[in-house]
């Protein structure tokens, strides 16, 4: 468990060491919102086509192996924008984001699927808090960022660090992480080789996709706020760089708390209504964060927006993994559309920004966060037979 709570640590801190200083980079390579947009827009591809087969890759190489692949990616993928900022050539960033979003994308399905195993196997609601380790270790990130901002540290020097951070971790850890099932498909672990390998299936199954629908509205807004509340508080409200990479972190540590402590929520509750008070929050918290006349009301609408952007994600996450046999399709499918949103929904702002201000774009978001909480019944839990659960711990802890 330790192991999972790690690695959900270290992607959160990889990405958040990109996001709190986006507007770094956009000073450097001289770009405006809209081409910004544009770029983070590349990243945003990389993962969009590699979220589809991760769970295939999963199947085929182990969730270690797959955490250990886009690891290596994402290190590879930062060391190549440091480049390309020390140069300040947009086509050499571009290519390190598209890698960039490509390692991502598989290392968080990895941890996902990791995480829906351990969940299953304690027996209560986990799944938060191993995203709350990706939340802390973003704010970890975000006020590194910040720091190295004031002290005018380059960003290309801080992106070579976190690329052998990366690279060390993501090699290592692994190897404690639950035992895997064969390959041959001769044992029946919580996500056998064989029910692995249907991963296209699970593209037809309603309640996937309405899963798929509501992580796709919590994860628009906790993408729209990683890659644009520096920016938005920088440009809207006139703060300098290192304020605006503070709020991102104020926003953080909201989602992290929550995250912390959102699973007796949910087993209390029930996932449907902690879903819907929570995209409730959300939409409340960036309705203030964008009519904020101050940077203090600014940062009381964010921490609204990252309470409430805290528990959709984990809890899509636990909804597409509830039977075991189909948890790494299903999983798979679901990343897909909401790391669609988290990833191609910012940018789509971004250009939206050119026209109304970013801060005023954001209200975009409110939108697809309506939309995920009209159907946030679908992921009503469905509990797992208890001959399958007693398989699930026999088979892992063999």
């Not at 973003?138 to 052998?164: K, Q, R, T």
């Not at 440009?235 to 926003?251: I, K, N, Q």
């Not at 005023?360 to 939309?371: D, K, P, Q, R, S």
Request: glycine share 14%; with cysteine; aromatic share 6%.
């Amino acid at each position: 468990m330790i192991a999972t709570y790690a690695i959900f640590g270290l992607n959160g801190l990889v990405f958040a060491s990109w996001a709190a200083r986006i507007p770094a980079a956009s000073d450097t390579l001289g770009l405006g919102a809209g081409q910004t947009g544009g770029l983070l827009l590349v990243g945003a591809v990389g993962s969009v086509l590699s979220l589809p087969l991760a769970g295939l890759v999963a199947a085929r190489f182990g969730t270690g192996n797959t955490v250990r692949i886009g690891g290596t990616a994402a290190a590879v993928a930062a060391t190549s924008v440091a480049f390309g900022l020390a140069i300040a050539s947009v086509p050499v960033v571009a290519v390190g984001l598209f890698l960039f979003g490509c390692g991502i994308a598989l290392w968080d399905v990895g941890q996902n699927i990791e995480g829906a195993d351990v969940e299953r196997l304690v027996g209560r609601t986990i799944m938060p808090r191993f995203h709350a380790a990706f939340s802390g270790g973003a704010f970890v990130g975000a006020l590194i960022g910040a720091g190295l901002s004031a002290v005018d540290v380059s960003l290309s020097a801080h992106l070579v660090a976190v690329a052998v951070l990366s690279l060390a971790v993501s090699l290592w850890t692994p190897r404690h992480f639950l035992p895997e099932a064969p390959a041959d498909g001769s044992a029946t672990g919580p996500a056998s080789d064989g029910a692995r390998r249907r991963g296209l299936g699970a593209w037809g199954e309603p309640r996937t996709l309405l899963i798929g629908l509501v992580v796709l509205g919590a994860a628009l807004t906790e993408g729209a706020a990683n890659d644009w509340v520096a920016k938005a508080s920088v440009d809207g409200l006139g703060t300098s760089e290192s304020t605006g990479a503070v709020m991102f972190a104020v926003f953080v540590a909201a989602m992290t708390a929550l995250r912390f402590l959102g699973g007796p929520l949910i087993d209390r509750f029930g996932r449907v209504r902690v879903l819907q008070a929570s995209l409730g929050s959300s939409l409340a918290g960036l309705v203030v964060f964008v009519a904020a006349p101050n940077v203090p009301l600014a940062a009381v609408g964010a921490v609204l927006w990252g309470a409430g952007a805290a528990l959709g994600f984990p809890m899509g996450m636990s909804a597409a993994a509830d039977d075991p046999d189909r948890a790494a399709a299903r999983v798979s499918v679901v990343a897909t559309i909401g790391y669609t949103a988290f990833l191609a929904g910012p940018p789509l702002i971004g250009f939206l920004g050119d026209v109304v201000g970013i801060r005023n774009a954001l209200l975009a978001v409110g939108v697809a966060v309506l939309a995920s909480f009209l159907v946030a019944p679908a992921a009503r839990e469905r509990p797992v037979t208890d001959d399958a659960g007693l398989r699930t711990v026999t088979d892992r802890s063999a």
